[in-house]
């Protein structure tokens, strides 16, 4: 089961059927409850954030980017065609992603 992320006064949940839970860390109402990649995909990487945005990995190696805030907005889908169940590491200015085969380094260019 993914780990839940704490980002800009809102706690993120993910669980494996894709269900996504958002909290305020205040209140601990919830914001918002929505379903990821419209249920056909699994979740067992931690979700991550950076600049305003939610990165949710899904097993099937697809990236869903969404703003970070009280509403589901899906910003972008980054597909990576190949299965991914770890979640990313951040080292040295760039993001790791780990696949069945591959391992990705992914960061600004200079």
Do not use: C, H
Not at 7 to 15: A, E, H, K, M, T
């Amino acid at each position: 089961m993914p780990s839940p992320l704490v980002y800009r006064g809102r706690l993120y949940s993910i669980f494996d059927n894709g269900i996504l839970n958002v909290f305020d860390t205040y209140t601990g109402q919830r914001v918002y409850r929505k379903r990821v990649g419209g249920g056909g995909s699994g979740f067992s990487a931690s979700p991550w954030a950076a600049d305003g945005k939610v990165y949710l990995l899904s097993e099937e190696g697809d990236t869903f980017v969404i703003a970070a805030g009280d509403s589901y907005e899906e910003l972008a889908v980054n597909g990576l065609d190949e299965l991914a169940f770890a979640s990313p590491a951040v080292a040295d200015g760039a993001l790791f992603i780990r696949t069945m085969t591959k391992l990705y380094r992914i960061e600004a260019m200079p």
